[in-house]
């Protein structure tokens, strides 16, 4: 049964990329590019990784499709057809390599242990109990401070594109239409809430700063898409402090660990340094989606402004 | 074994589709979806191989590194985006030309 339920996910999944490339609208391609996100977290649940499941539900299926939608509005129509033709030339290449990668999986050894065994000896020593958080924020610390910088870059990278360095500029433009206040406030402590279980969540199941962020930052969007004032009250500095949080305290961590070791990133064990980065790592990544998404609209009478 | 190969199969498909999608397509939005298929593509593959592990729970660190790709592929996108827009600012078409070669030579 599980078997037909993993041929039904795979098949659309590759049929569903098909169309999508395939496509003729612009606007058709984007709202199967949702759909193959929403197959594509089914097919993280099957592999027992709902950790990514939450992410790619969130960021793959809902902000992309936010920032896709966003963007096809601003530079076409939305009905605008592309030419769309068979190039057999780029076809059989691509064919070729398919047939490759999927011969190459024949070779995968049947005794492969991975690295799940290392990491479950060595978790006792970060006083976390669920692996995933510890590889984020402890064993793999420089991914995660890097990934950071990467988001902080993003963000500065669309500030720079837009001529601004007024970060709260880009909170204006309220959408014409309004999804609707009473959603919003249904929706919006829900959310919060949602966001800060799955941060609480992190240190001991399938959860943490990624997927607390991540949901955090869909509940900022709607409140942007809705029209709602609030997230324009927030002061600049504060703004500009939380967009740096997640990245500035790896490196007050990596720092302050050279006052009493020679390496960088080993903290003291105790719980309260892990918390510390993680819950300035979910705000962190929070603002940025909001503001990657926030920043993106350049829209003709607002560029007129700066 | 059997699930992994499902999946397996599938990703090295979806990664084939998103490059194809990507050669031939010359406008950038389409370009950017193609992109973020292949990432899906590279993303099923790497946790097929965490689930396919001898031992019983997946191998958390492909999981960790997914997550934190997940996270860095959205910020690239919208950084792409933004540069469309730009780009269709600047020319007023959203295009990658392909036959500017062509009419030179």
């Known amino acids: ?306 | 074994m059997t699930t992994v190969i499902i999946y397996a199969l599938t990703a090295t498909t979806l990664f084939s589709v998103g490059l194809y999608g990507f050669a031939i397509h010359p406008d950038l939005i389409r370009k950017i979806v193609s992109l973020n298929i292949m990432a899906g593509g590279a993303f099923l593959f790497l946790i097929s191989l965490a689930y396919h592990t001898g031992s019983p729970e997946v191998d958390p660190v492909p999981q960790a590194m997914v997550l934190t790709g997940i996270v860095v592929t959205i910020s690239a996108t919208a950084f792409a985006l933004c540069l469309a827009r730009r780009i269709k600012e600047k020319t007023g078409q959203c295009l990658l030309e392909h036959r500017r070669k062509d009419t030179e030579t």
């Open chain 1, 1 to 306: 049964m599980d078997l037909v339920f993993d041929l039904i996910i795979g098949l659309s999944l590759a049929g569903v990329s098909w169309r999508i490339v395939r496509a003729r609208e612009h606007f058709q391609a984007i709202v199967l590019f949702i759909t193959f996100g929403l197959l594509l977290s089914l097919a993280w649940t099957r592999l027992k990784s709902p950790d990514i499941a939450i992410a790619e539900a969130a960021v793959g299926a809902g902000l992309a499709g936010v920032l896709l939608m966003d963007t096809l509005g601003a530079l076409s129509s939305p009905r605008e057809r592309a030419k769309v033709v068979i190039s057999l030339k780029l076809l059989i290449p691509c064919l070729f390599l398919a047939g490759l990668m999927a011969y190459s999986i024949l070779y995968i050894p049947e005794d492969f242990q991975g690295l799940g065994i290392v990491v479950r000896e060595a978790l006792p020593q970060t006083h976390l109990e669920y692996p995933i958080t510890a590889v984020l924020l402890d064993f793999r610390g420089y991914d995660t401070w890097l990934e950071l910088g990467v988001l902080l870059v993003a963000v500065l990278g669309v500030l720079c594109i837009r001529r601004t360095d007024n970060i709260k500029g880009t909170m204006l433009p309220a959408p014409a239409e309004p999804v609707g206040s009473w959603i919003v406030k249904l929706l919006l402590p829900l959310m919060v809430l949602i966001g800060g279980y799955l941060l609480w969540l992190g240190a001991f199941a399938p959860g943490g700063a990624f997927q607390g962020g991540v949901v955090l930052a869909s509940a900022g969007v709607m409140l942007w898409q809705s029209g709602h004032p609030s997230l324009g009250l927030m002061p600049r500095l504060w703004w500009k402090i939380l967009l740096c949080s997640g990245f500035l305290s790896f490196l007050i961590l990596a720092f302050s660990s050279l006052f009493y070791t020679d390496q960088l990133l080993t903290h003291p064990a105790t719980k309260t340094w892990i918390l510390g980065v993680e819950y300035a790592a979910t705000l962190s990544i929070a603002l940025c989606l909001i503001s990657l998404v926030l920043g993106s609209p350049a829209r003709n009478h607002e560029n007129k402004g700066v």
